[in-house]
């Protein structure tokens, strides 16, 4: 069980922190790049898939793909995650061919 463990770890090397303060101020890293933003929704690429952020006011005061950490403000409301476009069309292929 603990070396099925050492090999999740090993292959994976995916690091991601989410730290949101107070619903104002979301720190995040493990970003690609941000694929849309305005005043109430943030969309991120993270290593670990799509991070949509909402709320009211909502802007990125840092944004550093050299580091690959953003840092948005505002009154957040929500998080979620969801596959890119790449995992869901590869998932749709696949399960057409094993259908």
Known sequence: MIEERKNINVNTNIIQNIVLENRKKLSISGVNDVLSFDDQVVIVDTELG??????????????????????????????????????????TLLSKIFK
């Not at 793909?65 to 969801?82: F, K, M, R, W």
């Open 50 to 91: 799509l991070l949509t952020v909402k709320g009211e006011n909502i802007k990125i005061t840092k944004l550093s793909l050299d580091t690959a950490e953003v840092i948005i403000e505002g009154e957040i409301s929500n998080l979620s995650y969801s596959q890119n476009n790449q995992e869901k069309n590869a998932g």
